[in-house]
């Protein structure tokens, strides 16, 4: 489930988002593999929503640290397609806290977008 801001497929202003998923995972000691299906909505001037697909995995690869990677295609109410995806590797450094570092994928109608993301998270 997604509550938030997000930034537009069709411009660059940033629009308010919800979604909500369900989908099928199988896994084992080394990981697990998913499937889901996320209808979204976006809030603008006129609202539009989209249907979204995704495949993904987790590898736990030793030492609390895990590397996942998940591919996604948004099918737009108006026709318009999206290709996302991200990779990202969490590295446990004590039993709260994690350093995670993280590469997002979007096409956007103004280009591909980017996105390079390091983060410190903390567990109470």
């Known amino acids: 489930m997604h509550v938030g ?6 411009t660059r202003d940033t629009v308010f988002s919800a979604s909500v998923g369900a989908g099928y995972s199988a896994g084992s000691d080394w990981g697990y ?11 603008t001037d006129r609202g539009f929503a989209a ?3 995704t495949v ?6 030793g ?3 895990k590397l996942a990677a998940e591919g996604g295609y948004r099918f737009y109410a108006d026709g ?6 991200r990779v ?6 004590s039993r709260n806290d994690a350093l995670e570092l993280s590469f997002d ?6 280009g591909v977008q980017r996105t390079f993301t390091v983060g410190f998270s903390h567990y109470y």
Do not use: C
Request: aromatic fraction near 18%; hydrophobic fraction near 35%; charge should be neutral.
């Open 5 to 10: 801001w997000d930034q537009s497929f069709y």
């Open 33 to 43: 593999g998913y499937v889901l299906m996320e209808p979204e909505l976006f809030v």
């Open 51 to 53: 249907l979204k697909p």
């Open 56 to 61: 993904g995995t987790v590898l736990y690869t």
């Open 63 to 65: 030492g609390g640290t």
């Open 80 to 85: 318009m397609r999206q290709w996302t995806g």
């Open 88 to 93: 990202q590797n969490k590295i446990r450094l």
């Open 105 to 110: 994928y979007a096409d956007k109608a103004e």
